[in-house]
């Protein structure tokens, strides 16, 4: 149980584009739903919180107008890079929350790729 | 100082060896996590623990709240064990560690 879906695994476009990460709990309801950006060997940086019907709560230094992120449902939450560059060029990875609180175990998608040319 | 800190951050073993990666926090947490990423980027959760042991299989983790540290052990490691290991906390987000690229050889 608890399975994440994220979809696409994998982007390569072109500078300026825009590009939808879809992230969808199959068997559970995600109350919550986090969006982390890896770069190659470092740690995931949380970029934002989504609550199901609520506005993301963005982390410090991230754009909110870059990166719109829309959990309408309570099974999928999307993040679109808006006019996507070079320097967004990135690993990108969502987790799902069947609750709310700090203690909630969060379950990962498997990540999507995403370079940019 | 990382708030999170892992060691090693790379291990190399030998199929059959036991396995200790470490993690130490400096921050007060409600939970403590072990997840493993695969070469492909995707993550699975090991363990959520707050207190005392888990065991899983081969796998076993430990934390002690007073030292504010936690070891996972891999028993009997298996060349499928080649993955990054990361400890994460939870405090008012999860704060991750670096994580240990673990590379187990047949």
């Known amino acids: 149980g608890a399975v994440v879906s994220q979809h696409p695994s994998r982007v390569i476009c072109k500078s300026g584009t825009s590009v939808k990460i879809e992230c969808r709990s199959l068997?559970?309801?995600?109350?919550?739903m986090f969006w982390y950006r890896q770069f190659p060997k470092q740690s995931l940086m949380l970029m934002a919180t989504?609550?199901?019907?609520?506005?993301?709560?963005?982390e410090q230094g991230v754009e909110k107008d870059k990166f719109l992120i829309n959990h309408a449902s309570l099974t999928l939450s999307t993040l679109t890079v808006t006019s996507a560059h070079p320097e967004d060029s990135s690993f990108y990875i969502c987790?799902?929350?069947?609750?709310?609180?700090?203690?909630?175990?969060?379950?990962f998608g498997d990540g999507t790729r995403l370079s940019i040319l | 100082k990382n708030e999170v800190e892992q060691s090693p951050q790379n291990l190399t073993a030998q199929e059959g060896e036991f396995i200790t990666i470490n993690c130490s926090y400096s921050?007060?947490?409600?939970?403590l996590h072990w997840l493993q990423q695969h070469p492909g980027g995707g993550i699975v959760s090991l363990f959520m623990?707050?207190?005392g042991k888990k065991k899983h299989g081969r796998l076993i983790a430990t934390i002690n709240i007073q030292e504010k540290h936690s070891s996972l052990h891999i028993t009997a490691s298996h060349p499928r064990d080649s993955a990054v290991y990361i400890c994460?906390?939870?405090?008012?987000?999860?704060?991750f560690g670096e994580g240990t690229q673990l590379t187990v050889n047949p």
């Open positions: 987790s799902a929350s069947a609750g709310i609180g700090r203690n909630q175990p969060q379950h």
């Open positions: 068997d559970f309801q995600a109350t919550t």
């Open positions: 989504s609550n199901e019907g609520s506005k993301a709560t963005y």
């Open positions: 921050v007060g947490i409600s939970a």
């Open positions: 623990l707050s207190s």
């Open positions: 994460a906390v939870s405090g008012s987000r999860l704060t």
